[in-house]
């Protein structure tokens, strides 16, 4: 497994998000092809990809899962971009000067930095991008991710206003941003969407700018050219892109079909350039010459929502846990070569010794379905059940949930003699009824934003918009804080082994697997980034004859 560069960075105190449980809805229209094959009419570079669904929102403060930013991160930029290489590089701004105590960054924004209306990017668009993510009015699932930035938290809680925010445009190119404590992983964090800038005066005039292609500002390597709601999002080459020289596409179309096997005939058929592998079909098609595995760091899990009976029950929960048989379930029912999650912290990450997170902190869940019986058993008993309350587990609609979701009832019930009723949601409802705890036991994905064991730790802490279980512990909000301003790696990797321990000892979730990507990728198709901490990347992408 690849390894994340976490030793790259020296001091991390506040640190993000990002979890990402992508909506999925379908759409039911097949994106119309200019002509079969390789290039449009035009002899231009048309690249086909599948989104799943409609982005959740193209607003950058308010899109925050998988299937906003596939898109965002191709048509905006900001002040880094994560490279080829996996690390934050030179974006919207074409250098920086730290402070020598690492607490006040001064970003030089590119002169030739142009928004897609012809009209330059300018620090004030970053001041009003941020403050406007930062702003308790906007209800931003993202605004955490900025708590490092000086007065952040206050505004956003409302107990500040945006005087005192720590970000300056002191002149039109010049961006300065201070930090309450030195942030090693700083550069990184502001490549992820949430840090996009936006065209201030485009945004006053019309505060739904980002919801149609023809008010859509761009300042990335595409643009948004057409976009039908809920069936194809098309981007084209945005020719006032700062490096457009390096940009060999001239247009991307993403479908949005959220079937698998659907998504799969339209590769085989030529109508998309790449595909996921249908569940049903890895066993043929994994070993394929055309199929592309690359790492991810993330998972896929399920929340208990610990307000409901029996999930108040810390030993009935983690009876549930014990009961799910990860490695049958990569092995039989996802076959795409994932590896069981142990642990909610993913492999890859290095501690201060070079040793692997994961590896270290050992196997947190593991499958016992003896043991469940006995847990579930006391956890009856402490609840005075005779039988458990009925148990609904609910998925967002797609044949991926299903299938999981269904061998999970399956284990549930032969491991444990507990029968549980699913649920399908739509997805354009399901996040949001997770986040209002409307679900007893729903299932959920994390996706790491950056490259730190913290950054998935802190989803727990109490009152987290990451939480979405209702589990509160002092202990655990403590060990986040206390890693948060720990300046010593090995101590704060140490406070960080605690937490997860605490986590998973707890349960307020229990683990599946962690992520990889999978595709098949027609035989043209090269240079397409996927970076194992971070989102799609088609800047460099291009199409052969």
Avoid at 225 to 252: C, F, G, I, P, R
Wanted: proline share 4%; charged share 25%.
């Amino acid at each position: 497994m690849k390894k994340w560069g976490i030793f790259l960075f020296s001091i991390v105190m506040v640190l993000v998000l990002a979890a990402c449980t992508a909506n999925e809805n379908a759409g039911d229209e097949s994106p119309e092809q200019d002509v079969e094959g390789t290039e449009s009419e035009s002899g231009e570079k048309v690249l086909r990809m599948n989104n799943g669904v409609e982005p959740t929102s193209m607003d950058p403060s308010i899109g925050f899962d998988a299937s906003s930013w596939n898109i965002l991160n191709n048509v905006m930029e900001g002040l880094t971009r994560l490279g080829q290489d996996d690390q934050p590089q030179e974006a919207m701004a074409e250098s920086w000067d730290i402070s020598e105590d690492g607490l006040t960054y001064t970003f030089n924004i590119r002169e030739d930095a142009n928004w897609s209306n012809g009209e330059p990017v300018t620090a004030e668009d970053f001041v009003y991008a941020w403050t406007y993510m930062l702003d308790p009015n906007t209800a931003s699932p993202a605004a955490f991710l900025a708590y490092f930035i000086e007065g952040a938290e206050e505004f956003n809680a409302g107990e500040g206003d945006s005087s005192s925010l720590g970000i300056t445009a002191v002149d039109e190119k010049t961006l300065e941003v201070k930090l309450t404590a030195p942030t090693g992983a700083f550069l990184n964090i502001i490549s992820n969407p949430s840090f996009f800038p936006i065209h201030k005066a485009t945004a006053e005039e019309n505060p739904e700018w980002y919801a149609e292609a023809d008010t859509f500002v761009a300042n990335g390597p595409f643009k948004v050219e057409s976009w039908a709601h809920d069936s194809e999002l098309v981007m084209t080459k945005n020719e006032e892109y700062w490096d457009a020289d390096n940009v060999k596409l001239d247009q991307v179309h993403w479908a949005m079909v959220s079937d698998t096997n659907t998504e799969y005939q339209m590769f085989e058929s030529g109508d998309l350039d790449m595909s996921e592998i249908p569940a049903d079909s890895a066993d043929q098609l994994i070993d394929s010459e055309n199929v592309v595995i690359e790492d991810q760091a993330g998972l896929a899990f399920y929340r208990f929502n610990v307000n409901e009976e029996p999930f108040q029950n810390k030993k009935i929960r983690q009876a549930i846990a014990k009961a799910v048989n990860q490695q049958e379930l990569v092995d039989f029912v996802t076959k795409m070569g994932e590896v069981p999650a142990t642990g909610f912290v993913s492999p890859g990450f290095e501690d201060a010794s070079g040793n692997d997170f994961r590896e270290t902190n050992g196997d947190l869940q593991v499958f016992d379905a003896e043991e469940a019986k006995a847990l579930l058993a006391e956890g009856m008993e402490e609840e005075g059940y005779d039988e458990l309350p009925a148990i609904t587990l609910s998925y967002s609609n797609t044949e991926s949930n299903r299938v999981v979701a269904e061998a999970i009832q399956q284990m549930i019930s032969q491991n444990l003699g507990v029968e549980m009723e699913l649920s399908a949601v739509e997805s354009n409802v399901f996040l949001d009824e997770q986040r209002g705890l409307q679900h007893q036991l729903s299932r959920s994905s994390f996706l790491h934003d950056y490259a730190d064991p913290i950054n998935a730790l802190e989803s727990f802490v109490t009152d987290s918009s990451m939480n979405r279980t209702g589990w509160s512990n002092a202990e655990f909000d403590q060990l986040i804080a206390d890693a948060k301003a720990e300046t010593d790696e090995a101590a704060r990797y140490e406070l960080l082994y605690q937490a997860e321990k605490l986590l998973m000892d707890e349960a307020p979730i229990f683990t599946l697997h962690y992520y990889n990507q999978v595709y098949l990728y027609a035989d043209n198709v090269k240079d397409v980034v996927r970076h194992p901490v971070g989102y799609v990347e088609l800047k460099w992408a291009d199409k052969t004859e």
